[in-house]
């Protein structure tokens, strides 16, 4: 399996920079969007780049913010988040969200919380 840590430094930088989550105990809430994310993908309801279905991926990327889709990591430009968006986990707009990528087995999930979210997800 490939380490989804070779894939995120451009990556971060692609998307205005990521908090890499590594060996992070994701909350209920976390472990339940990865669980709705792999659903969507077995029940065929995910856009998939054209690496992934050659199979020459290596890592493979998602974001809560456009579940439908999953790419591998030079695709995963197309998960910019845009400026208008809402925290993920409690969906009000925010001025200031945080990205983190959370690695579960071979999938690394986007996601953007606001300051409050952040603290549930990663207390200090």
């Known amino acids: 399996m490939a380490n989804p840590r070779n894939g995120l430094p451009p990556l971060m930088i692609a998307l205005g920079g990521l908090v890499p989550l590594y060996d992070h105990e ?24 054209g690496h992934l279905v050659t199979g020459t991926a290596g890592v493979t990327f998602t974001a809560l913010w456009r579940r439908d889709t999953v790419t591998c990591s030079p695709c995963a430009a197309v998960f910019r988040r845009p400026t208008d968006q809402a925290c993920d986990r409690c969906e009000q707009p925010h001025d200031e969200l945080h990205g983190l990528a959370h690695q579960v087995n071979g999938l690394v999930v986007l996601l953007a919380l606001c300051p409050r979210c952040v603290r549930r997800e990663v207390p200090a």
């Open 26 to 49: 994701p909350s209920t809430w976390l472990r339940d969007q990865v669980e709705d994310l792999r659903t969507r993908w077995e029940a065929g309801n995910t856009f998939a780049c």
